[in-house]
Nanobody
Framework: QVQLVESGGGSVQPGGSLRLSCVAA????????KGWFRQAPGKEREFVAT????????SYADSVKGRFTISGDNAKNTVYLQMNSLKPEDTAVYYC?????????????????WGQGTQVTVSS
């Protein structure tokens, strides 16, 4: 079993930056694909970014491409989401997820483990 714990959320003005972290406990997830998803009030959970086990392959939603960067540190059992040039429409609860596959995925249903989420609010 893998427990995922996110941190790094908060409130920021438009144009600002935040870095989210997700630490895995219980067992190593170095050989797992990882992803970040988000859910805004009244909306379905949506894909943000994904990374394969080695960090060599990443993919992003069009809405965040060029502004967000996903990365991982297997030695620290951690995956990150660097968010720059934040916009009010980025406001949501952000979740990290892991799947028992070497590959990442944009499909929410392909993930086996989820964190509890961290709130990101972008407002002036």
């Amino acid at each position: 079993q893998v427990q995922l714990v996110e941190s790094g959320g908060g409130s920021v003005q438009p144009g600002g930056s935040l870095r989210l972290s997700c630490v895995a406990a219980g067992r190593t997830f170095s050989t797992y694909g990882k992803g970040w998803f988000r859910q805004a009030p009244g909306k379905e959970r949506e894909f943000v970014a994904t990374i394969n086990w080695s960090g060599g392959t990443t993919s992003y939603a069009d809405s965040v491409k060029g502004r967000f960067t996903i990365s991982g540190d297997n030695a620290k059992n951690t995956v990150y989401l660097q968010m720059n040039s934040l916009k009010p429409e980025d406001t949501a609860v952000y979740y990290c997820a892991a799947r028992q596959s070497l590959m990442g995925s944009a499909d929410i249903y392909e993930y086996d483990y989820w964190g509890q989420g961290t709130q990101v609010t972008v407002s002036s």
